[in-house]
């Protein structure tokens, strides 16, 4: 396994620790302890890693590595694993000389900010002492910490505790608690120019401080190492004051074992980790370690990770939450990290939220489930919002033209889900009329039509417009924008993968026969590559071939040419459609196109799906390692895509028995 590879533990709060296979952070956002201080945003990393050694009569041998600057590791610990492994959660093993053998894990808690660490003896061992020193900060989880003299290096007990040690590095900042069965010296120190290699390659700020109080000691050769760290707010204690860090764990290893040997597949467990607390209710995180929760990306991500697993009560939580949010006919694009004022800036979120509300209900009707009242008649009416914001004219000059289909964009502002930006500088701007918006526009006004018939003109008149003015017989494809800039008549003709959605992905499609078959073809021929669809082909003026350098360079290769995984989900669905939904079709689609997806489970964040890869072989997996919405469509693909009738009716009969 590639030591590079990443893992990740989530708290389901929208806290998480995350490393390497190495144990070498090479990201600002590798933590032991990232907790999310207003679940899931306000998050800071309260403890990043740690050194670990042993002694034993044959010498002193390191169990972890760090990088500092300017690229030097130290100690090399890390040469010493000869294991590992994710499930149940991560686990390392290290073997020295002398036929010492030694386990190590690491386990996040669901439900609390919470790690649990623990080296133990595999093979009984005389003499072996085990010693960790903590590297502390309590930052933003986006900046990096300095040396400096605010930092508070005095632990507190707390009353009445066992084993329990109490940290406040800043004011402002949650409390660091530890509870362990070792020792602890207190020898207060700074270690200096830790380097993240990913940060550096990718243009940033790549050095940080950490502050360490000092070392805790266990003698391994007399019991298991027991080290577990929580972020520590003002109310009850996280951790029992009166229980032993022993029996804590025992506890959380029995519990979490049984709650994930729920889970059936890698897949299933996968999308668990992105289904996050927000307030009283539910959200999606759209991706890990730096995003939030988005609206584009949890409405796409929803049909996976919640219709498809069968998760309906966290899909109707999260949708009647996101149906309050609607103004002026539009749904945020974002929540900050920080504030409280959400961004509207996006066209398609609002109308990915129509497709995932029918589908839901769809769900909800298979199962026969009864959705609330109260509840459908808030979904029912964020749609008619949608549509009629919409319909009239809202934000960024998003209106429905006299030829029934949606226009939208002001200079400035990037709309779509290419979205891109830099400074003033919007990459990918598609202003007038893009093909994937008036498939989603069409569809919503399809899904509206069954419950009102104000919309079937705009419908009549979208669906006409759209056959006529979006074909390019030169290319036999779609156009990617038409009335581009609002000028009547302007096309882009760059061969682009958004004309998939008229096909595929969506309920509804707007292209059959020949038409369908040529622009699935064209795709395939030109964007397909085995992690998803190029975002642009290959010798058109803008391609870039690989997504790498600064933030300037990447965001503009973002939408240029970068494999984006999530679009394999509308282009299979497209592939399976044109060949008639056959059985033969499916298994020829998962053998082509879901299999070799699939293999990047183990890959990059493992047992999860990245964001982006570059567009030329090999490929490289790039940006967030761990992706909702490209995790959301390989589920939708596996259980219901491509899923046999048999499947389907056995998965629905289990829905309606745990409903």
């Known amino acids: 396994m590639d030591p590079r590879a990443e893992w990740i533990e989530t708290d389901g709060l929208g806290g998480f620790a995350s490393g390497t296979v190495s144990g070498i952070r090479t990201r600002r956002y590798h933590a032991l302890l990232l907790t999310a201080t207003t679940p899931p945003a306000g998050r800071m990393v309260l403890v990043n890693g740690f050194d670990a050694w042993v002694e034993t009569p044959g010498g002193r041998f390191a169990l972890s590595s760090q990088c500092y600057a300017p690229g030097v590791t130290h100690p090399d610990g890390a040469e010493r694993i000869t294991d590992f492994g994710t499930d149940p959660w991560p686990h390392w093993q290290y073997d020295l000389p002398g036929h010492i053998r030694i386990e190590h894990e690491i386990l996040v808690k669901h439900g609390l900010p919470l790690v649990a660490v623990s080296w133990r003896l595999t093979v009984p061992s005389e003499d072996v002492i085990l010693y960790v020193r903590p590297f502390f900060s309590g930052r933003d989880y986006h900046s990096l910490h300095h040396q400096n003299p605010s930092f508070q290096f005095e632990p507190v007990s707390p009353e009445g ?71 520590q707010g003002d109310g009850a204690p996280v951790i029992p004051p009166q229980i032993s860090a022993q029996k804590y764990l025992a506890g959380l290893r029995a519990s979490e074992k049984k709650r994930r040997s729920q889970f059936p597949s890698r897949l299933h467990k996968a999308a668990d980790a992105y289904l996050v607390q927000r307030g009283q209710g539910k959200t999606i995180v759209a991706g890990y370690p730096w995003f939030g929760d988005w609206g584009r990306d ?9 219709l498809a697993t069968g998760r309906l009560d966290e899909a109707r939580a999260i949708l009647v939450e996101w149906a309050g949010a609607v103004s002026h006919g539009m749904l945020p694009n974002r929540f900050p990290d920080q504030g409280d004022v959400p961004e509207y800036n996006s066209v398609d979120a609002s109308l990915w939220y129509v497709i995932a509300v029918q589908e839901f209900l769809g769900a909800m009707a298979a199962a026969k489930r009864t959705v609330p009242a109260r509840d459908r008649a808030r979904l029912l009416g964020a749609i008619e919002a949608i549509l009629c914001g919409y319909g009239k004219g809202t934000w960024f000059g998003i209106r ?26 919007v990459v990918t701007p598609r202003i007038g009329k893009p093909v994937e918006v008036q498939a989603l526009w069409l569809n919503a006004l399809r899904i509206g039509g069954t419950f009102s018939n104000q919309w079937e003109e705009a419908l009549a008149d979208g669906t006409a417009t759209f056959g006529t003015r979006f074909w390019n017989e030169k290319a036999q494809c779609l156009y990617d924008v038409v009335d581009a800039d609002h000028q009547a008549g302007a096309v882009d003709a760059s061969i682009r993968p958004n004309q998939i959605f008229a096909v595929g992905g969506l309920p509804y499609p707007l292209l059959e026969g020949d038409q369908a078959r040529a622009v699935v073809d064209v795709v395939e021929a030109w964007l397909w590559t085995p992690l998803g669809l190029r975002t642009l082909a290959p010798g058109e003026p803008a391609y870039r071939p690989r997504y790498e350098g600064n933030a300037h360079q990447r965001d503009g290769a973002y939408h240029q040419g970068t494999v984006w995984p999530w679009l394999l989900g509308p282009f299979v669905e497209a592939w399976v459609r044109v060949r008639g939904n056959s059985a033969k079709a499916k298994r020829e689609a998962r053998t082509r196109f879901l299999t070799p997806l699939l293999r990047h489970l183990d890959e990059a964040g493992l047992g999860h799906i990245s964001e982006i890869a570059d567009a030329e072989p090999p490929h490289c997996p790039r940006g967030c390692p761990f992706q909702a919405w490209s995790m959301g469509e390989a589920l939708r693909l596996e259980a219901t895509v491509l899923a046999s009738a048999t499947t389907a009716k056995r998965k629905t009969a289990k829905r309606k028995r745990s409903g």
């Open 161 to 231: 505790s066992v084993g329990q040690l109490l940290w406040r590095p800043y004011a402002g900042v949650p409390d660091i608690l530890v509870a362990t069965n070792g020792a602890h010296c207190h020898q207060p120190d700074w270690y200096q120019s830790f380097l993240y290699e990913q940060e550096r390659d990718r243009g940033l700020d790549a050095t940080e401080d950490l502050a360490t109080p000092g070392l805790f000691r266990w003698v391994l050769s007399q019991g298991e190492a027991v080290w577990i760290l929580a972020a």
């Open 400 to 425: 429905q033209d006299e030829d029934g289909l949606l226009a939208s964009g002001v200079p400035g502002v990037q709309l779509t889900w290419m979205d891109a930006k830099v400074g003033d500088w």
């Open 298 to 306: 949890t409405f796409i991500s929803l049909r996976g990770l919640c």
